[in-house]
Structure formats: C-alpha cells, structure tokens
C-alpha cells in the first residue's frame, strides 16, 4: 500500500533558489493538505484542498503556493527559499466518508542556507 | 476548532497502561475528539476518534466525560515502540483534513 508518498525526502536549497515538493496519494481522497513542522512544535496548516481545482490557505501560507490539478497529487512550490522556511514539511489526505481519517506522508526535510 | 490542553510530557512503564489526559473544555456538540501519535520524526499516524461515547479498537482506548469537555487516551500495556508524542485534536468531521496541532503530550516508555 503506497498512501502518500511525499519526494524528495531531503533537500537543501539556497536563500533565493525555488522548488516544488511533491505529494501524491492512490486512495482516491478528495481532502489534501501540506503543514510544516518546526523543531519542538506541532504541525501548521500551510494550504488545504478539498477536491480538485479547489485550493485555499491554512494558517502560514506566505511564500508557498499550490495547485491540484488532478485528484492524485497535491504539489507544494516555494517561491523564493528563505532560512524561515528551514523546516520539516508534512503532506495529508482524507476522504469525505464517515471515517476520516487523515493518512500522512513521511515529509520532506528541507534546509534553506 | 476548539482548543485542547494535554501535559507536556508523561512517562510510563512498558507493560502498564497509559492514560493521556486531554481537557477541550469549549469543544461544540459536532465536534469529535481525534488522537494521533507522531513517532520520531514520521508523519503522524491516526489513533482513534470518537463523539461522545467511548470508543476501542486494536491500539487503543478512548474514554470521554459525559459532559464532553475532556477525554483520555489509554493505551492498555504500552510497549517501547509506544513512545511517541500524542495529539488530541478537535475537529468538525466535515472539515476534512484541516487538523489544528497543539504542542501534544511527549509519552517515554522505560523499561
């Protein structure tokens, strides 16, 4: 069972420099979401979308955009890298049935410099 | 969503149970308790939800206060692999994935 699987798995970038992070899940689930994960701390909603075409922030959105273009993947761009953004970056879906669940990908680990 | 509290850290002995407390003393009548558990640095792994009644199944326990306002996990003999770092979250069923994490309770099993 794949479920979310999330690329790259380690990444350093440099101030400036931008990137895509990926998602992508085989359940089928219209809810996806990316958060990221400072050092000592819960995770933060950064953007959410509840099917495909539909997107919208979460909590941080600032320097980050996204797209759902299909049902299956959910990418995460940064604009511009900056060290703020030096953090460990979660990817999660959930269907819209009576158990739902969030299932979460294993993150991105992401080192601007 | 409403706001939880959950003590910071916890230890427990592996074998015996573990109950994490969670206060959500302003949670609405259509929101539902969720647990997670994050181990290491993986992505965090769903536990168990429940409304009102208390709910089981093959990881754990969930016991909540007929008033609702708060609730415990329990997690009935607790081994090594059960340390983790636990979120008790609230949450609208409808609101899909849209998860609001606290600093949730750190859980060491010792030996």
């Known amino acids: 069972n794949a479920g979310v699987t999330q690329t790259p798995k380690f990444q350093v970038l440099k101030t400036g420099q931008s990137m895509t992070l990926q998602c992508a899940q085989d359940?089928?689930?219209?809810?996806m979401s990316w958060y990221r994960q400072d050092p000592g701390m819960g995770l933060r909603l950064i953007h959410y979308?509840?099917?495909?075409?539909?997107?919208d922030q979460g909590e941080v959105p600032n320097g980050y955009n996204v797209s759902r273009s299909t049902t299956e993947d959910f990418p995460l761009r940064l604009l511009s890298a900056a060290p703020s953004q030096t953090s460990v970056y979660f990817c999660?879906?959930?269907?819209?049935?009576?158990?739902?669940?969030?299932?979460f990908g294993q993150g991105t680990r992401l080192t601007v410099v | 969503d409403a706001k939880t509290t959950q003590p910071p850290s916890m230890d427990c002995a592996e074998g015996r149970a573990a109950n994490l407390p969670c206060n959500h003393s302003?949670?609405?009548?259509?929101?539902?308790v969720y647990w997670y558990r994050q181990i290491h640095s993986q992505g965090p792994q769903y536990i168990i939800h429940?409304?009102?009644n208390n709910e089981t199944n093959e990881m754990a326990s969930l016991i909540i206060t007929e008033d609702r306002k708060s609730s415990t996990l329990i997690l009935p003999h607790a081994t090594l692999r059960d340390t983790a770092v636990y979120y008790c979250?609230?949450?609208?069923?409808?609101?899909?994935?849209?998860?609001?994490f606290g600093g949730g309770t750190r859980v060491l099993v010792k030996p």
């Open positions: 979308s509840v099917g495909a075409g539909i997107t």
């Open positions: 429940g409304l009102k």
């Open positions: 999660a879906s959930s269907g819209t049935g009576a158990d739902t669940e969030a299932f």
């Open positions: 302003t949670i609405s009548g259509n929101e539902y």
């Open positions: 979250i609230v949450r609208v069923k409808a609101a899909g994935n849209k998860l609001t």
């Open positions: 359940m089928n689930h219209e809810y």
